[in-house]
């Protein structure tokens, strides 16, 4: 499972500042996508994803850095498919990107705040958006 | 044809000559207009795009602070006068079309990041725009984790090792690593017409607004 390295002009563009499909959208549409960072290495990620996956339901399937969940139970707008893809910042840190490809975004919602993050808790270095209780202590 | 102008901007550029300079249809144009009024009249309604409104609009919030969107907003704003009239936010927003060459999109990137215009992209800048990222997404990396990606960055992309990168250098870096334009195309911008509705019928006309046929 090889990541995708990112360097500082990638990290630089995922800035929300750059997002200019905020001017497209309702302002309180509710974003199908996050971000998290992670001391685990990547193939840590990976089997923690694939066991959410089999306790959720969900089929996998792998390509390089990305995971792709596919659920088998039927939702309100069909079947909902979530994406993480896991991008290398330095050997020990990765940045992972979660995003809904198909399905209803409430429900999507519902699986990252009730299901994924839950079970990615100790992996979790920092979540995008979130304001920090408590600063963990930089690497 | 059927479009709808409001009279504070009767001398605004036509459509069509607009539609020549960028990737977008007329069509497209008229749609983002609407795009446009909203974006413009959402705190004063002038006909232009002030900093406030657009940090509305990206944000949700006019006080949010961003170093990328005030870069963004300076770009946008070509005569510098302090806000986004309509021809400029059109021609910006071309360079995100994804059938905008990639060259446009390198020197737009380039310009942008150049954040004191001095035709170099500097280590300091790097940090300074990395640092801000960080801030603004709430998360941390420690000093040396920055520091160890930003070395990594320039060794690849500082061919002449002087510590900075020109133009030269950043086209050859950002063909060889097209992931780094990523956020300078919004795949949306190819439908906009569905999104924003080219042609309002309206039955009662405002006072204030033209049909020109």
Redesign the interface.
């Known amino acids: 499972m090889k990541p995708i390295c990112l360097n500082a002009f990638d990290i630089i563009s995922l800035s929300p500042g750059f997002d200019l499909s905020g001017l497209f959208e309702k302002p309180n549409n509710q974003k199908a996508e996050a971000r998290f960072t992670t001391k685990n290495s990547a193939s840590a990620i990976v089997s923690k994803l694939e066991e959410i996956a089999q306790m959720e339901r969900f089929n996998v399937k792998k390509k390089d850095g990305l995971v792709q969940l596919q659920g088998i139970k039927l939702g309100r707008k069909g079947q909902l498919a979530i994406e993480a893809e896991i991008f290398e910042v330095t050997p020990t840190f990765h940045m992972v990107e979660v995003k809904k490809r198909a399905g209803d975004t409430l429900e999507y919602q519902n699986f990252c705040t009730k299901e994924l993050r839950p079970s990615l808790k100790d992996m979790i270095w920092t979540w995008q958006g979130e304001q920090q209780q408590q600063l963990p202590q930089p690497l | 044809m059927g479009c709808v102008w409001t009279k504070g901007q009767s001398r605004r550029e036509d459509p069509s000559v607009i539609a020549d300079q960028t990737c977008f249809s007329v069509k497209d144009i008229e749609a983002l207009y609407e795009?446009f009024r909203k974006?413009s009249s959402s705190i004063i309604d002038d006909g232009f795009i002030s900093k406030e409104e657009f940090q509305l609009?990206?944000?949700?919030n006019s006080k949010k602070q961003?170093?990328?969107?005030?870069?963004?907003f300076d770009m946008f704003d070509f005569k510098h006068d302090g806000v986004i009239e309509f021809g400029e936010f059109i021609k910006s927003?071309s360079i995100?079309h994804p059938s905008t060459p990639q060259s446009e999109k390198i020197a737009f990137a380039f310009q942008l990041?150049d954040l004191r215009q001095t035709n170099y992209i500097g280590r300091d800048e790097?940090k300074e725009?990395?640092m801000?990222?960080?801030n603004?997404?709430?998360?941390?990396?420690?000093?040396?984790?920055v520091q160890?990606?930003?070395d990594?960055?320039f060794e690849?992309a500082d061919l002449k090792g002087d510590g900075k990168i020109d133009m030269e250098e950043w086209k050859e870096?950002a063909t060889r690593?097209p992931?780094?334009?990523?956020?300078l195309t919004?795949p949306?911008l190819k439908d906009i017409t569905t999104?924003f509705p080219s042609f309002v019928l309206r039955s009662e006309v405002e006072d204030e607004i033209y049909v020109f046929s």
């Open positions: 795009l974006l609009g990206l944000f949700g961003s170093l990328f969107a005030d870069r963004i927003l995100f990041y790097v725009m990395v801000a990222m960080l603004e997404s709430d998360l941390i990396l420690s000093d040396e984790t160890a990606i930003i990594k960055t690849e870096f690593n992931t780094v334009l990523k956020n919004i949306y999104t």
